[in-house]
Protein backbone atom coordinates (compact mmCIF):
# COMPACT_ATOMS: atom_id res chain seq x y z
CA UNK A 1 0.00 0.00 0.00
CA UNK A 2 1.39 3.17 -0.67
CA UNK A 3 1.75 6.22 1.81
CA UNK A 4 -0.96 8.06 0.17
CA UNK A 5 -2.90 5.05 -0.14
CA UNK A 6 -2.51 4.54 3.93
CA UNK A 7 -3.09 8.47 4.63
CA UNK A 8 -6.69 8.13 2.75
CA UNK A 9 -7.78 5.29 4.68
CA UNK A 10 -6.60 6.89 8.28
CA UNK A 11 -8.55 10.09 6.92
CA UNK A 12 -11.57 8.04 6.15
CA UNK A 13 -11.12 6.42 9.93
CA UNK A 14 -10.90 9.77 11.24
CA UNK A 15 -13.77 11.50 9.39
CA UNK A 16 -15.99 8.92 10.34
CA UNK A 17 -14.96 8.89 14.08
CA UNK A 18 -13.33 5.28 14.22
CA UNK A 19 -10.30 6.64 15.90
CA UNK A 20 -8.91 9.72 18.14
CA UNK A 21 -7.25 12.42 16.69
CA UNK A 22 -4.60 11.59 18.84
CA UNK A 23 -4.52 8.06 17.21
CA UNK A 24 -4.93 9.50 13.42
CA UNK A 25 -1.33 11.95 14.14
CA UNK A 26 0.35 8.69 15.82
CA UNK A 27 -0.44 6.62 12.97
CA UNK A 28 -0.31 9.50 9.97
CA UNK A 29 3.62 10.60 11.68
CA UNK A 30 4.45 6.17 11.38
CA UNK A 31 3.77 6.69 7.70
CA UNK A 32 5.82 10.12 7.28
CA UNK A 33 3.23 12.42 6.61
CA UNK A 34 4.20 15.64 8.52
CA UNK A 35 2.51 16.85 11.76
CA UNK A 36 0.88 20.49 10.13
CA UNK A 37 -0.94 18.04 6.96
CA UNK A 38 -1.98 15.76 9.44
CA UNK A 39 -3.14 18.50 11.62
CA UNK A 40 -5.09 20.29 8.71
CA UNK A 41 -7.14 16.64 7.89
CA UNK A 42 -7.94 17.05 11.81
CA UNK A 43 -9.26 20.45 11.18
CA UNK A 44 -10.98 19.74 8.07
CA UNK A 45 -12.62 16.46 9.71
CA UNK A 46 -13.98 19.07 12.01
CA UNK A 47 -15.27 21.69 9.50
CA UNK A 48 -17.48 19.58 6.91
CA UNK A 49 -19.39 18.33 10.11
CA UNK A 50 -17.52 14.85 11.06
CA UNK A 51 -18.80 13.46 14.34
CA UNK A 52 -16.60 14.69 17.71
CA UNK A 53 -13.89 11.95 18.25
CA UNK A 54 -13.96 9.73 20.97
CA UNK A 55 -11.15 11.03 23.32
CA UNK A 56 -10.77 14.50 22.34
CA UNK A 57 -10.71 17.16 24.76
CA UNK A 58 -13.09 20.67 24.09
CA UNK A 59 -10.99 23.26 22.00
CA UNK A 60 -9.78 25.56 24.88
CA UNK A 61 -8.01 29.41 24.46
CA UNK A 62 -4.71 29.73 25.90
CA UNK A 63 -5.27 30.61 29.85
CA UNK A 64 -2.15 30.34 31.41
CA UNK A 65 -2.17 32.15 34.81
CA UNK A 66 -5.69 33.17 35.49
CA UNK A 67 -6.30 30.89 38.31
CA UNK A 68 -7.73 33.04 41.41
CA UNK A 69 -7.05 36.17 39.44
CA UNK A 70 -10.09 38.41 39.39
CA UNK A 71 -11.19 41.00 37.22
CA UNK A 72 -8.89 44.59 36.76
CA UNK A 73 -6.55 43.20 39.67
CA UNK A 74 -3.65 43.27 37.16
CA UNK A 75 -4.30 47.36 36.49
CA UNK A 76 -3.32 48.69 33.25
CA UNK A 77 -2.40 46.58 30.04
CA UNK A 78 -0.04 49.05 27.38
CA UNK A 79 -0.34 47.82 23.45
CA UNK A 80 1.93 49.52 21.11
CA UNK A 81 0.61 49.99 17.50
CA UNK A 82 2.53 51.54 15.06
CA UNK A 83 -0.27 51.58 12.89
CA UNK A 84 -2.33 53.64 14.73
CA UNK A 85 -6.36 53.28 14.52
CA UNK A 86 -8.24 55.20 12.49
CA UNK A 87 -11.80 53.81 13.77
CA UNK A 88 -13.32 50.38 15.40
CA UNK A 89 -16.05 48.87 13.20
CA UNK A 90 -14.22 45.78 12.13
CA UNK A 91 -17.45 44.88 9.01
CA UNK A 92 -16.18 48.41 7.12
CA UNK A 93 -12.28 47.65 8.16
CA UNK A 94 -9.54 47.63 5.18
CA UNK A 95 -6.53 47.53 7.57
CA UNK A 96 -5.87 44.99 10.33
CA UNK A 97 -4.46 47.98 12.62
CA UNK A 98 -8.75 48.88 12.35
CA UNK A 99 -10.03 45.10 13.23
CA UNK A 100 -7.61 44.42 15.74
CA UNK A 101 -9.09 47.92 17.54
CA UNK A 102 -12.43 46.88 17.43
CA UNK A 103 -11.35 43.05 18.87
CA UNK A 104 -11.46 44.51 22.35
CA UNK A 105 -14.81 45.29 21.78
CA UNK A 106 -16.96 42.95 19.66
CA UNK A 107 -16.58 39.49 19.04
CA UNK A 108 -17.69 36.76 16.56
CA UNK A 109 -19.69 33.37 16.95
CA UNK A 110 -16.43 31.53 16.62
CA UNK A 111 -12.71 32.28 16.90
CA UNK A 112 -9.22 29.49 15.20
CA UNK A 113 -6.75 28.31 17.48
CA UNK A 114 -3.54 29.05 16.24
CA UNK A 115 -3.89 25.35 15.11
CA UNK A 116 -6.81 26.61 13.03
CA UNK A 117 -9.37 24.46 15.01
CA UNK A 118 -12.67 26.46 15.38
CA UNK A 119 -13.26 27.56 18.88
CA UNK A 120 -16.75 28.39 19.91
CA UNK A 121 -16.76 32.39 21.36
CA UNK A 122 -20.50 33.32 21.73
CA UNK A 123 -22.11 29.37 20.72
CA UNK A 124 -22.63 27.18 23.29
CA UNK A 125 -21.31 24.72 20.98
CA UNK A 126 -20.02 24.14 17.43
CA UNK A 127 -22.75 22.79 14.99
CA UNK A 128 -22.02 19.32 13.71
CA UNK A 129 -23.90 16.88 11.70
CA UNK A 130 -23.84 14.51 14.70
CA UNK A 131 -25.35 17.23 17.34
CA UNK A 132 -27.61 18.30 14.66
CA UNK A 133 -26.25 21.51 14.24
CA UNK A 134 -25.30 21.07 10.63
CA UNK A 135 -27.68 19.70 8.17
CA UNK A 136 -25.84 16.23 6.17
CA UNK A 137 -26.27 18.28 2.74
CA UNK A 138 -24.47 21.39 4.38
CA UNK A 139 -26.83 23.59 3.48
CA UNK A 140 -28.10 24.91 6.30
CA UNK A 141 -26.64 25.27 10.24
CA UNK A 142 -28.07 26.08 13.95
CA UNK A 143 -26.52 28.19 15.71
CA UNK A 144 -26.88 27.89 19.54
CA UNK A 145 -25.72 30.93 21.20
CA UNK A 146 -24.31 31.23 23.97
CA UNK A 147 -27.33 32.06 27.45
CA UNK A 148 -27.04 35.29 29.70
CA UNK A 149 -24.49 37.56 27.17
CA UNK A 150 -24.90 40.67 27.22
CA UNK A 151 -24.06 44.05 25.34
CA UNK A 152 -21.81 46.22 27.25
CA UNK A 153 -24.86 48.31 28.27
CA UNK A 154 -26.71 46.02 29.43
CA UNK A 155 -29.18 44.77 26.68
CA UNK A 156 -29.27 41.00 26.24
CA UNK A 157 -27.10 39.51 22.77
CA UNK A 158 -29.88 37.67 21.29
CA UNK A 159 -30.48 35.44 17.85
CA UNK A 160 -31.72 39.38 16.57
CA UNK A 161 -28.39 40.73 16.49
CA UNK A 162 -27.22 37.63 14.78
CA UNK A 163 -29.70 38.38 11.64
CA UNK A 164 -29.12 41.84 12.03
CA UNK A 165 -25.86 41.62 11.44
CA UNK A 166 -26.02 39.34 8.21
CA UNK A 167 -28.62 41.82 6.92
CA UNK A 168 -26.19 45.10 7.58
CA UNK A 169 -23.42 43.76 5.53
CA UNK A 170 -25.50 42.47 2.93
CA UNK A 171 -27.14 45.81 2.47
CA UNK A 172 -25.01 47.56 -0.47
CA UNK A 173 -25.81 51.21 1.05
CA UNK A 174 -23.06 50.09 4.39
CA UNK A 175 -20.12 49.58 2.23
CA UNK A 176 -19.65 46.69 4.37
CA UNK A 177 -16.19 44.95 3.26
CA UNK A 178 -17.25 41.60 4.19
CA UNK A 179 -20.55 41.67 1.94
CA UNK A 180 -19.33 39.35 -0.62
CA UNK A 181 -18.28 36.32 2.18
CA UNK A 182 -21.76 37.39 3.72
CA UNK A 183 -24.22 37.21 0.91
CA UNK A 184 -23.35 33.43 0.67
CA UNK A 185 -25.74 32.95 3.25
CA UNK A 186 -28.93 32.94 1.62
CA UNK A 187 -31.37 33.39 4.71
CA UNK A 188 -31.41 34.02 8.35
CA UNK A 189 -33.84 33.34 10.71
CA UNK A 190 -34.34 33.73 14.16
CA UNK A 191 -35.72 30.96 15.90
CA UNK A 192 -36.07 32.07 19.65
CA UNK A 193 -33.65 34.37 21.22
CA UNK A 194 -30.69 31.69 21.43
CA UNK A 195 -31.33 29.92 18.40
CA UNK A 196 -30.11 31.07 14.30
CA UNK A 197 -31.11 28.98 11.72
CA UNK A 198 -29.06 29.94 8.78
CA UNK A 199 -29.26 28.68 5.16
CA UNK A 200 -27.26 28.60 2.21
CA UNK A 201 -28.55 28.24 -1.63
CA UNK A 202 -26.42 25.13 -1.69
CA UNK A 203 -23.72 22.97 -0.16
CA UNK A 204 -21.56 25.01 1.67
CA UNK A 205 -18.34 23.29 2.40
CA UNK A 206 -16.85 26.69 4.19
CA UNK A 207 -20.21 27.60 6.16
CA UNK A 208 -18.21 28.86 9.12
CA UNK A 209 -16.49 31.26 6.81
CA UNK A 210 -18.40 34.29 7.47
CA UNK A 211 -19.03 33.52 11.04
CA UNK A 212 -15.21 32.94 12.29
CA UNK A 213 -12.47 34.97 13.47
CA UNK A 214 -11.76 38.48 14.08
CA UNK A 215 -12.01 39.40 10.01
CA UNK A 216 -15.22 38.46 8.48
CA UNK A 217 -17.74 37.24 11.79
CA UNK A 218 -17.89 40.36 14.17
CA UNK A 219 -21.84 40.55 15.50
CA UNK A 220 -23.36 44.07 15.53
CA UNK A 221 -26.11 44.99 18.51
CA UNK A 222 -29.23 45.55 16.82
CA UNK A 223 -30.51 48.04 19.32
CA UNK A 224 -27.87 49.86 19.69
CA UNK A 225 -26.91 50.77 15.45
CA UNK A 226 -30.92 51.58 15.14
CA UNK A 227 -30.78 54.04 17.57
CA UNK A 228 -28.14 55.43 16.32
CA UNK A 229 -29.05 56.33 12.57
CA UNK A 230 -29.13 52.99 11.65
CA UNK A 231 -26.06 52.99 9.37
CA UNK A 232 -23.26 51.81 11.43
CA UNK A 233 -21.14 55.09 11.40
CA UNK A 234 -21.38 55.14 15.47
CA UNK A 235 -19.66 51.29 15.34
CA UNK A 236 -16.29 53.75 13.97
CA UNK A 237 -15.72 55.84 16.70
CA UNK A 238 -17.80 54.47 19.76
CA UNK A 239 -19.01 50.98 19.67
CA UNK A 240 -20.43 48.78 22.37
CA UNK A 241 -19.61 44.92 22.17
CA UNK A 242 -19.56 41.50 24.23
CA UNK A 243 -16.09 41.61 24.62
CA UNK A 244 -14.13 42.05 27.47
CA UNK A 245 -13.75 46.12 27.18
CA UNK A 246 -15.82 49.15 26.63
CA UNK A 247 -14.09 52.39 24.83
CA UNK A 248 -13.63 55.29 27.05
CA UNK A 249 -12.09 57.66 24.68
CA UNK A 250 -11.07 57.58 21.11
CA UNK A 251 -8.53 60.23 19.50
CA UNK A 252 -8.27 58.30 15.67
CA UNK A 253 -4.95 57.71 14.33
CA UNK A 254 -3.69 58.20 18.04
CA UNK A 255 -4.97 56.45 20.74
CA UNK A 256 -7.85 54.52 22.39
CA UNK A 257 -8.52 54.12 26.38
CA UNK A 258 -10.86 51.05 27.30
CA UNK A 259 -11.58 49.66 30.29
CA UNK A 260 -13.11 46.38 31.57
CA UNK A 261 -16.50 45.83 30.55
CA UNK A 262 -18.60 45.31 33.65
CA UNK A 263 -21.04 43.71 32.32
CA UNK A 264 -18.95 40.85 30.52
CA UNK A 265 -19.96 37.09 31.36
CA UNK A 266 -16.92 35.57 32.85
CA UNK A 267 -17.34 37.91 36.36
CA UNK A 268 -13.32 37.48 37.14
CA UNK A 269 -12.13 38.73 33.68
CA UNK A 270 -10.64 40.72 32.02
CA UNK A 271 -7.37 40.74 34.25
CA UNK A 272 -6.66 44.61 34.00
CA UNK A 273 -8.58 47.17 34.67
CA UNK A 274 -8.03 49.30 31.13
CA UNK A 275 -6.23 49.10 28.40
CA UNK A 276 -3.92 51.84 26.96
CA UNK A 277 -3.66 51.30 22.70
CA UNK A 278 -1.07 53.65 21.71
CA UNK A 279 -0.60 54.75 18.09
CA UNK A 280 2.11 55.59 16.30
CA UNK A 281 5.94 56.04 16.09
CA UNK A 282 7.78 52.89 14.42
CA UNK A 283 8.40 49.52 14.74
CA UNK A 284 12.24 50.16 16.17
CA UNK A 285 10.52 52.40 18.53
CA UNK A 286 7.79 50.21 19.53
CA UNK A 287 9.87 47.39 19.89
CA UNK A 288 12.33 49.26 21.88
CA UNK A 289 9.56 50.49 24.36
CA UNK A 290 8.91 46.77 25.02
CA UNK A 291 12.44 44.96 25.22
CA UNK A 292 14.63 48.10 26.44
CA UNK A 293 12.84 50.42 28.43
CA UNK A 294 9.95 47.93 29.56
CA UNK A 295 7.51 50.32 29.57
CA UNK A 296 4.95 49.39 27.50
CA UNK A 297 3.26 45.33 27.16
CA UNK A 298 3.26 44.52 24.06
CA UNK A 299 4.36 46.13 20.71
CA UNK A 300 2.11 45.24 17.52
CA UNK A 301 3.83 43.98 13.83
CA UNK A 302 7.36 44.39 14.47
CA UNK A 303 8.64 44.30 11.49
CA UNK A 304 12.08 44.84 11.63
CA UNK A 305 15.31 43.23 10.82
CA UNK A 306 16.36 40.70 13.16
CA UNK A 307 19.68 42.15 13.69
CA UNK A 308 18.27 44.99 14.81
CA UNK A 309 15.61 43.53 17.28
CA UNK A 310 17.75 40.54 18.71
CA UNK A 311 19.92 42.83 21.13
CA UNK A 312 16.93 44.67 22.28
CA UNK A 313 16.37 41.20 24.26
CA UNK A 314 19.59 41.47 26.17
CA UNK A 315 18.17 43.94 28.34
CA UNK A 316 16.00 41.20 30.14
CA UNK A 317 12.58 43.08 29.57
CA UNK A 318 11.55 40.88 27.57
CA UNK A 319 11.06 38.81 24.56
CA UNK A 320 10.79 38.87 20.74
CA UNK A 321 8.69 36.76 18.65
CA UNK A 322 7.93 35.18 15.54
CA UNK A 323 5.09 32.73 14.23
CA UNK A 324 4.91 31.29 10.92
CA UNK A 325 1.39 32.57 9.19
CA UNK A 326 -0.31 32.39 5.84
CA UNK A 327 0.72 36.48 5.54
CA UNK A 328 2.07 37.50 1.82
CA UNK A 329 3.98 40.49 1.99
CA UNK A 330 3.52 41.51 -2.48
CA UNK A 331 3.66 43.54 -5.01
CA UNK A 332 0.38 44.69 -6.42
CA UNK A 333 -0.25 45.77 -10.18
CA UNK A 334 -3.18 48.26 -10.87
CA UNK A 335 -4.65 46.56 -14.03
CA UNK A 336 -6.43 49.98 -14.86
CA UNK A 337 -5.08 53.73 -15.92
CA UNK A 338 -4.76 55.67 -12.01
CA UNK A 339 -4.07 59.09 -14.36
CA UNK A 340 -7.77 58.51 -17.00
CA UNK A 341 -10.56 60.10 -15.90
CA UNK A 342 -13.91 56.99 -15.67
CA UNK A 343 -17.53 58.05 -14.57
CA UNK A 344 -17.62 61.17 -12.17
CA UNK A 345 -13.79 61.47 -12.77
CA UNK A 346 -13.04 58.67 -11.12
CA UNK A 347 -9.62 58.04 -11.28
CA UNK A 348 -8.53 53.62 -11.76
CA UNK A 349 -11.81 52.79 -13.46
CA UNK A 350 -11.94 49.39 -14.77
CA UNK A 351 -12.60 49.97 -18.39
CA UNK A 352 -9.79 51.98 -18.40
CA UNK A 353 -6.43 49.72 -19.07
CA UNK A 354 -3.30 50.31 -17.09
CA UNK A 355 -0.93 51.30 -19.63
CA UNK A 356 2.28 48.95 -18.98
CA UNK A 357 0.44 46.65 -16.77
CA UNK A 358 -2.49 45.65 -19.10
CA UNK A 359 1.01 43.56 -20.82
CA UNK A 360 1.67 40.11 -18.86
CA UNK A 361 5.39 40.14 -19.87
CA UNK A 362 6.08 43.27 -18.09
CA UNK A 363 4.23 41.29 -15.23
CA UNK A 364 6.25 38.22 -15.96
CA UNK A 365 9.44 40.16 -15.92
CA UNK A 366 9.04 42.60 -12.82
CA UNK A 367 8.45 38.87 -10.78
CA UNK A 368 11.81 37.58 -12.62
CA UNK A 369 13.68 40.28 -11.73
CA UNK A 370 13.36 41.25 -8.14
CA UNK A 371 15.45 39.00 -5.57
CA UNK A 372 13.46 37.61 -3.19
CA UNK A 373 16.08 35.56 -1.45
CA UNK A 374 18.15 38.82 -0.92
CA UNK A 375 15.27 40.64 0.87
CA UNK A 376 14.46 37.54 2.95
CA UNK A 377 18.14 37.07 4.07
CA UNK A 378 18.93 41.11 4.61
CA UNK A 379 15.61 42.31 6.55
CA UNK A 380 13.44 38.96 7.47
CA UNK A 381 13.40 36.45 10.27
CA UNK A 382 14.34 32.62 9.07
CA UNK A 383 11.99 31.51 11.96
CA UNK A 384 9.07 31.96 10.58
CA UNK A 385 9.40 33.37 7.57
CA UNK A 386 10.29 32.21 4.03
CA UNK A 387 10.50 33.12 -0.08
CA UNK A 388 6.95 33.15 -1.69
CA UNK A 389 6.46 31.69 -4.68
CA UNK A 390 2.37 31.46 -4.27
CA UNK A 391 -0.27 34.31 -3.60
CA UNK A 392 -1.54 31.24 -1.07
CA UNK A 393 0.70 30.40 1.62
CA UNK A 394 1.15 28.83 5.07
CA UNK A 395 -1.83 26.03 4.64
CA UNK A 396 -0.13 23.10 3.61
CA UNK A 397 -2.66 21.12 1.93
CA UNK A 398 -3.62 24.79 -0.33
CA UNK A 399 0.27 25.00 -1.13
CA UNK A 400 0.63 24.36 -5.09
CA UNK A 401 3.11 21.46 -5.91
CA UNK A 402 2.91 22.95 -9.63
CA UNK A 403 4.85 26.45 -9.00
CA UNK A 404 7.78 27.87 -8.85
CA UNK A 405 9.84 31.00 -8.46
CA UNK A 406 13.67 31.63 -9.74
CA UNK A 407 15.29 35.06 -9.60
CA UNK A 408 16.48 35.55 -13.14
CA UNK A 409 17.21 38.65 -14.07
CA UNK A 410 18.84 37.89 -18.04
CA UNK A 411 15.53 36.42 -18.40
CA UNK A 412 13.32 38.94 -17.51
CA UNK A 413 15.32 41.26 -20.01
CA UNK A 414 14.86 38.73 -22.79
CA UNK A 415 11.16 38.70 -22.10
CA UNK A 416 10.63 42.21 -21.72
CA UNK A 417 12.64 42.50 -25.14
CA UNK A 418 10.49 39.74 -26.84
CA UNK A 419 7.46 41.86 -26.40
CA UNK A 420 8.44 44.34 -27.66
CA UNK A 421 9.65 46.40 -24.98
CA UNK A 422 13.37 47.68 -26.22
CA UNK A 423 15.95 50.28 -24.59
CA UNK A 424 15.68 54.14 -25.74
CA UNK A 425 18.44 55.51 -23.20
CA UNK A 426 18.21 53.87 -19.76
CA UNK A 427 14.64 53.17 -20.17
CA UNK A 428 12.73 51.34 -22.35
CA UNK A 429 9.94 52.03 -24.11
CA UNK A 430 7.19 50.48 -27.02
CA UNK A 431 4.86 52.30 -28.81
CA UNK A 432 5.77 55.46 -27.23
CA UNK A 433 4.57 54.25 -24.08
CA UNK A 434 7.62 54.42 -21.49
CA UNK A 435 8.32 51.48 -18.88
CA UNK A 436 7.46 53.47 -15.73
CA UNK A 437 5.71 53.33 -12.38
CA UNK A 438 5.01 54.56 -9.03
CA UNK A 439 5.52 52.04 -6.61
CA UNK A 440 3.51 52.48 -3.44
CA UNK A 441 3.70 51.61 0.26
CA UNK A 442 3.75 52.58 3.60
CA UNK A 443 5.90 53.73 5.56
CA UNK A 444 8.29 51.21 7.26
CA UNK A 445 12.00 50.84 7.50
CA UNK A 446 11.94 47.26 6.00
CA UNK A 447 9.40 48.38 3.56
CA UNK A 448 11.59 51.18 2.29
CA UNK A 449 14.35 48.93 2.08
CA UNK A 450 12.77 46.59 0.05
CA UNK A 451 11.27 49.11 -2.08
CA UNK A 452 14.67 49.99 -2.73
CA UNK A 453 16.04 46.52 -3.65
CA UNK A 454 12.93 46.01 -6.35
CA UNK A 455 13.32 49.51 -8.01
CA UNK A 456 17.45 48.94 -8.37
CA UNK A 457 16.28 45.47 -9.95
CA UNK A 458 13.96 46.45 -12.27
CA UNK A 459 15.60 49.23 -13.06
CA UNK A 460 18.95 47.52 -14.40
CA UNK A 461 16.50 45.72 -16.86
CA UNK A 462 15.28 49.10 -18.08
CA UNK A 463 12.01 49.80 -15.82
CA UNK A 464 11.99 53.41 -14.75
CA UNK A 465 10.72 53.10 -10.49
CA UNK A 466 9.44 56.05 -8.55
CA UNK A 467 8.91 55.16 -4.84
CA UNK A 468 5.66 56.72 -2.80
CA UNK A 469 5.18 56.24 0.76
CA UNK A 470 1.92 56.64 2.29
CA UNK A 471 1.23 56.98 6.42
CA UNK A 472 -0.29 53.49 7.58
CA UNK A 473 -3.12 55.28 9.31
CA UNK A 474 -4.68 56.93 5.37
CA UNK A 475 -3.40 54.12 3.63
CA UNK A 476 -5.62 51.40 5.51
CA UNK A 477 -8.37 53.73 6.09
CA UNK A 478 -11.24 52.49 4.43
CA UNK A 479 -13.54 55.88 4.32
CA UNK A 480 -15.31 56.61 1.15
CA UNK A 481 -13.48 60.46 0.87
CA UNK A 482 -10.01 59.14 1.38
CA UNK A 483 -8.61 58.80 -2.44
CA UNK A 484 -4.95 57.66 -1.02
CA UNK A 485 -6.23 54.02 0.48
CA UNK A 486 -5.71 51.37 -1.22
CA UNK A 487 -8.94 50.63 -2.12
CA UNK A 488 -9.57 53.68 -4.28
CA UNK A 489 -5.61 52.59 -5.52
CA UNK A 490 -5.23 55.53 -7.24
CA UNK A 491 -1.11 54.20 -8.06
CA UNK A 492 0.62 51.69 -10.83
CA UNK A 493 1.29 49.54 -7.48
CA UNK A 494 1.57 49.26 -4.33
CA UNK A 495 2.93 46.70 -1.54
CA UNK A 496 1.57 45.47 1.41
CA UNK A 497 1.03 41.87 3.61
CA UNK A 498 -2.35 40.27 2.97
CA UNK A 499 -3.56 37.30 5.03
CA UNK A 500 -5.59 34.36 4.99
CA UNK A 501 -8.76 34.36 7.55
CA UNK A 502 -10.01 31.33 7.14
CA UNK A 503 -8.89 27.42 6.33
CA UNK A 504 -11.01 28.00 2.98
CA UNK A 505 -10.13 31.11 2.21
CA UNK A 506 -12.99 31.83 -0.63
CA UNK A 507 -12.91 35.78 1.06
CA UNK A 508 -9.00 35.91 -0.02
CA UNK A 509 -9.79 34.59 -3.64
CA UNK A 510 -12.66 36.92 -3.78
CA UNK A 511 -10.21 39.66 -4.19
CA UNK A 512 -9.25 38.70 -7.62
CA UNK A 513 -12.96 37.98 -8.56
CA UNK A 514 -14.60 40.60 -10.98
CA UNK A 515 -17.90 39.16 -12.03
CA UNK A 516 -20.23 39.52 -14.91
CA UNK A 517 -21.48 43.04 -13.80
CA UNK A 518 -18.03 44.29 -12.58
CA UNK A 519 -19.38 45.01 -9.30
CA UNK A 520 -16.58 42.94 -7.32
CA UNK A 521 -14.43 45.71 -8.19
CA UNK A 522 -13.43 48.57 -5.93
CA UNK A 523 -15.12 51.45 -7.41
CA UNK A 524 -17.19 54.88 -6.79
CA UNK A 525 -20.27 52.56 -7.51
CA UNK A 526 -19.80 50.65 -4.16
CA UNK A 527 -18.32 53.32 -1.81
CA UNK A 528 -14.91 51.65 -2.68
CA UNK A 529 -15.91 48.64 -1.14
CA UNK A 530 -15.25 46.13 -4.00
CA UNK A 531 -12.55 43.24 -2.13
CA UNK A 532 -10.81 43.67 -6.05
CA UNK A 533 -8.73 46.59 -5.75
CA UNK A 534 -6.47 45.26 -8.48
CA UNK A 535 -9.23 45.91 -11.10
CA UNK A 536 -7.67 41.96 -12.56
CA UNK A 537 -11.02 40.77 -15.03
CA UNK A 538 -9.78 37.45 -16.15
CA UNK A 539 -13.15 35.14 -17.29
CA UNK A 540 -11.58 32.02 -16.71
CA UNK A 541 -10.52 32.81 -13.09
CA UNK A 542 -14.20 34.26 -12.98
CA UNK A 543 -15.88 30.74 -13.91
CA UNK A 544 -13.53 29.17 -11.24
CA UNK A 545 -14.43 31.07 -8.29
CA UNK A 546 -18.11 30.99 -9.49
CA UNK A 547 -17.49 26.56 -9.63
CA UNK A 548 -15.87 27.31 -6.54
CA UNK A 549 -18.90 29.15 -4.73
CA UNK A 550 -21.84 27.18 -6.55
CA UNK A 551 -22.31 24.22 -3.65
CA UNK A 552 -21.84 22.03 -6.29
CA UNK A 553 -18.60 20.17 -4.79
CA UNK A 554 -18.95 18.19 -1.53
CA UNK A 555 -15.24 16.65 -1.48
CA UNK A 556 -12.84 18.47 0.46
CA UNK A 557 -10.47 16.92 -1.49
CA UNK A 558 -12.27 18.26 -5.02
CA UNK A 559 -12.26 21.86 -2.79
CA UNK A 560 -8.53 22.13 -2.05
CA UNK A 561 -7.51 20.82 -5.75
CA UNK A 562 -9.79 23.93 -6.79
CA UNK A 563 -8.07 26.35 -4.57
CA UNK A 564 -4.74 25.33 -5.64
CA UNK A 565 -5.77 25.31 -9.38
CA UNK A 566 -7.23 29.06 -8.82
CA UNK A 567 -3.62 29.97 -7.16
CA UNK A 568 -1.81 28.52 -10.06
CA UNK A 569 -3.76 30.52 -12.61
CA UNK A 570 -2.99 33.61 -10.48
CA UNK A 571 0.50 33.10 -10.00
CA UNK A 572 0.95 32.14 -14.12
CA UNK A 573 -0.99 35.37 -14.85
CA UNK A 574 1.55 37.65 -12.58
CA UNK A 575 -1.11 39.17 -10.66
CA UNK A 576 1.24 39.96 -8.29
CA UNK A 577 4.17 39.63 -7.25
CA UNK A 578 4.28 37.74 -4.10
CA UNK A 579 7.63 38.43 -2.39
CA UNK A 580 7.65 36.86 1.43
CA UNK A 581 5.91 34.75 3.49
CA UNK A 582 5.60 36.52 6.85
CA UNK A 583 5.10 35.41 10.32
CA UNK A 584 3.41 37.60 12.81
CA UNK A 585 6.31 39.27 14.84
CA UNK A 586 5.73 40.73 18.25
CA UNK A 587 7.53 42.04 21.55
CA UNK A 588 5.98 41.01 24.78
CA UNK A 589 7.14 42.21 28.24
CA UNK A 590 8.24 39.49 30.48
CA UNK A 591 5.30 40.39 33.04
CA UNK A 592 3.03 38.76 30.90
CA UNK A 593 4.80 35.69 30.01
CA UNK A 594 4.35 32.45 32.01
CA UNK A 595 7.31 30.39 32.17
CA UNK A 596 10.96 31.13 30.01
CA UNK A 597 11.00 34.49 28.99
CA UNK A 598 11.96 33.29 25.77
CA UNK A 599 9.72 30.35 25.51
CA UNK A 600 6.71 30.97 28.04
CA UNK A 601 3.23 31.11 26.50
CA UNK A 602 1.98 34.21 26.76
CA UNK A 603 -1.97 33.73 26.25
CA UNK A 604 -1.94 35.77 22.94
CA UNK A 605 -2.55 32.29 20.81
CA UNK A 606 -0.82 33.83 18.11
CA UNK A 607 -1.98 32.12 14.90
CA UNK A 608 -2.19 32.06 10.93
CA UNK A 609 -6.20 32.97 10.85
CA UNK A 610 -7.33 35.05 13.33
CA UNK A 611 -6.46 38.52 14.57
CA UNK A 612 -3.58 39.19 17.68
CA UNK A 613 -6.24 40.50 20.15
CA UNK A 614 -8.88 36.96 19.62
CA UNK A 615 -7.41 36.09 23.40
CA UNK A 616 -7.21 39.30 25.06
CA UNK A 617 -10.12 38.31 27.24
CA UNK A 618 -7.50 35.93 28.89
CA UNK A 619 -4.56 38.22 28.46
CA UNK A 620 -2.75 38.77 32.29
CA UNK A 621 0.28 39.50 34.25
CA UNK A 622 2.75 36.72 35.86
CA UNK A 623 4.47 39.28 38.04
CA UNK A 624 3.74 42.94 38.91
CA UNK A 625 5.31 45.53 37.10
CA UNK A 626 6.16 48.91 38.50
CA UNK A 627 5.86 52.28 36.15
Not at 231 to 253: H, K, L, Q, W
Not at 361 to 366: E, F, K, L
Not at 612 to 617: E, G, M, R
Request: proline share 6%.
Amino acid sequence: MTQQDSLAGLVAQLGAGQITRRDFIARGMAIGVGASMLGFFIRNAQTVGAAPHPQDATPAAPAMGLEGKTRGQDGELKLLMWQAPTHMSPQVASGTKDYLAGALVVEPLINYLPDGTMYPKLLSELPSIENGGLAEDLTSATLRLLPDVVWSDGTPFTAADVVFTWEWIIDPAHNATNLGIWSKISGMTAVDDLTVEVTYPATEIAWYEPLAGLYNGAIYPKHYIEANGGDGEIMRSAPIGTGPYVVDSFAPNDQIIYSANPMYRDPNKPAFASVNMKGGGEPVTVAQSVLETGDWDYAWNVVIEPDVVMPMEEAGNGSFRVVAGTGIERINFNFSDPRVAGPEGQLSYYENPHPIFSDPAVRQAINLAIDRDLIVERFYDPRGERVAKDLLNGIPALESPNTTWTYDADQASQILEDAGWVMAGDVREKDGVRLEFTYTTTINSVRQKTQQVAKQNLEAIGFAVTLAQTDSAIFFDSAVGNAQNLRHMYHDANMFTTTLSSPAPISFLESFYAGADRTNIAQQSNGWAGPNTQRYINPEYDVLFEQLTSGTITDVAEFNALIIQMNDLLVNDHVAAPLINIGSKYCMHRSMIHGDVATGEDNTGTGPLDGVYWNITNWNRSEPVER
